[in-house]
T-cell receptor
Framework: KAGVTQTPRYLIKTRGQQVTLSCSPISGHRSVSWYQQTPGQGLQFLFE???????NKGNFPGRFSGRQFSNSRSEMNVSTLELGDSALYLCASSGDRGTLSGANVLTFGAGSRLTVL | TQLLEQSPQFLSIQEGENLTVYCNSS?????LQWYRQEPGEGPVLLVT?????EVKKLKRLTFQFGDARKDSSLHITAAQTGDTGLYLCAGAPDSWGKLQFGAGTQVVVTP
């Protein structure tokens, strides 16, 4: 089955702009999580959506937001971009959380690399 | 501050050598996972351990979960150049909790 697809793969923005990233999970997966990866901080959890509802949220400012659609596809948005937002943004999907079979088993996409100038 | 501390941060070895990567925490996890990430790709799950003291083997890779479920190790025997990558450990306090990642160990295996 198809893996997790993230678009775009690369993008360059300037400070103050906003950006929207898209993630299509594995078919049948209802949970989508977003992570920010930087060399200094590693993978930092942004938020998780399950059945169109935000279920968990990390410690990021309100400029970072997300949503999930009825087909489980998810988008994240970053407004008023800052230089420090340059990072690889990773999306991961998983099956039903809270069950032994699906708990926390993430399949990642290849990421969207954002550069803010 | 990382909830999960990985050591070493960087490891460079030659083909055929053995290596061990550590993942430590003061917190207890219901499960702990290891991922490998190659340049330009997302992390790929290698293994999940759920029972304290559990040992899992995946070909030349051996994963161990500490008895108290606070730490884990990854041992690679006779490393190959294909083992090069960023190794990440990740844990969650329970099945509903958000998965926390360590900062990773960059492993480079040279011919």
């Amino acid at each position: 089955k198809a893996g997790v697809t993230q678009t775009p793969r690369y993008l360059i923005k300037t400070r103050g702009q906003q950006v929207t990233l898209s993630c299509s999970p594995i078919s049948g997966h209802r949970s989508v999580s977003w992570y920010q990866q930087t060399p200094g901080q590693g993978l930092q959890f942004l938020f998780e959506y399950f059945s169109e509802t935000q279920r968990n949220k990390g410690n990021f400012p309100g400029r970072f937001s997300g949503r999930q659609f009825s087909n489980s596809r998810s988008e994240m948005n970053v407004s008023t971009l800052e230089l420090g937002d340059s990072a690889l943004y990773l999306c991961a999907s998983s099956g039903d959380r809270g069950t032994l079979s699906g708990a926390n088993v993430l399949t990642f996409g290849a990421g969207s690399r954002l550069t803010v100038l | 501050t990382q909830l999960l501390e990985q050591s070493p941060q960087f490891l460079s070895i030659q083909e055929g050598e053995n290596l061990t990567v550590y993942c430590n925490s003061s917190s207890v996890f219901s499960s702990l996972q290891w991922y490998r990430q190659e340049p330009g790709e997302g992390p790929v799950l290698l293994v999940t351990v759920v029972t304290g003291g559990e040992v899992k083997k995946l070909k030349r890779l051996t994963f161990q979960f500490g008895d108290a479920r606070k730490d884990s190790s990854l041992h690679i025997t006779a490393a190959q150049t294909g083992d090069t990558g960023l190794y990440l450990c990740a844990g969650a306090p329970d099945s509903w909790g958000k998965l926390q990642f360590g900062a990773g160990t960059q492993v480079v295996v040279t011919p």
